[in-house]
């Protein structure tokens, strides 16, 4: 057992320097999805943010010039826009089980190819992405670690095929295949390609914010089916929540406020026969000056099946959680500390996106029935003391549940640790790489199961125009 664990861990090492030799802002405090390690509690921005985050402004491109050389054409090709995510990625998981012993290992390159043109007549524009993840070093009994097919194979997809029409100033809606962002229905993008979603929505924002004054941002629509982070084929919402026999889609409505340093918001998902969630959030940001702030956020949710309780054999299930954290920093370093509490009847339900609460960890979820959960963790951006681009960050978790839902009373922990560079040198801009290593225990019924999992990536993302 040490030997392949040693001779994994050797390999990591070797293919994170290769990926040095070959080789924005962020956006959550998260070890488990794939964000940049934040500089401030501002930039750390909770689940229902990202949902109604503001445009981004315009990125630096490879070829500015094109833009200069074809202002006087339509806007539907002045406008367009066109850039390539190349990614490597490298997954090594290790579980020690009382009675066995499990690996799953991969080594895969790929990335995506994204167009989106100008809009046509002012109103509409169209848009694809091709995702792609081929195997580089895939032992094939070592598989199911999502960054290719289940079993070790590559794939290739067409994961958005859009149109997006501007129905007027900043309300837009979108119909297709697309990639949303929102608590309980996302990317999950933590592996090789991100889920996306066939559906349509309308978005749209009211207020500027200017002066600290109120905005608000809205969303809402009809999603029928789902393409899998792993999966080339696209599915019903229900047959990935567990309904294989039921074509159900997902309807969502949702909105955010915001008004200076704070926010509110709350975001209803409904599957017929199936899941309703119900999420709100809130977050409240103070600035002491001298480079201190601080930024408290709680978060809430409701579950419970509908109709035919597909997910439960015809049996109605409901439940709930509650979260909170604060983030205290001073100049570049964040000191995070969150608490959550499931309901003991039933645990929370994640089929579309990754678990949103703020101790989700690397490995472990902490959402079993019942369960409380602990976590602290530290970052910190090393550009003040001469390493710019260089962050780190290191989380503890203690999670603990004596639910009869959750089987045996049991206690988890995780150390959650997070290395990762991004230049900001012409050349390399867009670059970003990432070192992370989780390590879990779940103490159970008498037995103890360890889980060891190494994470090294490369994401390099050129805008051509």
Known sequence: ????????????ILLLAAGLASAGDAVAQYPNEDFPIPATPKQDLTAIQRSFAPPSPPPLTVFPQLREQWKDTPAFLRDSKFDINFRSYYRDEITNAPNSVGIKEAWAGGGSVAAETGRLFDVVSLGAVLYTSFPIYAPPDRGDTGLLLPNQQGYAVFGQLYGRARLFETHYATVGRY?????????????????????????????SGENGGPTFRYGGGWLGAI?????????????????????????????????????????????????????AEGKYGVSFGDGFNAIGAAQFVTQNSTGQNLLNGGNYFATNQFGTKIDFGYQTGILTVGYSTVNPSFAIQTPWSANPFYTDAQIQAFNRAGEQALMV?????????????????????????????????????????????????????????????GTSSVYQGGGRTNIDEVRLILNYNIKLY
């Open 179 to 207: 990639l949303y962002d929102t608590p309980f229905l996302g990317p999950h993008d933590n592996r090789m390609t991100p889920n996306t979603f066939f559906g349509y929505t309308l978005t749209g924002t009211f207020g």
């Open 377 to 437: 963790g530290l970052s910190y951006v090393f550009t003040p003391i001469g390493l710019p681009g260089v962050a780190a960050s290191v989380f503890y978790y203690n999670g603990w549940t004596g639910a009869p839902a959750a089987g045996p009373p049991l206690v988890e922990t995780e150390w959650d640790f997070n290395l990762e560079w991004r230049p900001g040198w012409k050349p390399l801009q867009g670059l970003w790489l990432r070192a992370r290593y």
């Open 227 to 279: 393409k899998p982070r792993d999966a080339i084929d696209f599915q019903s919402m229900a047959s990935k929540a567990g309904a294989p026999n039921s074509n159900a889609g997902v309807g969502l409505v949702g909105g955010l406020l915001t008004w200076g340093p704070a926010s509110i918001g709350a975001i209803e998902y409904y599957s017929q026969d199936v899941l309703n969630i119900f999420y």
């Open 1 to 12: 057992m040490c030997m392949s664990k040693c001779r994994s861990r050797a390999v990591a």
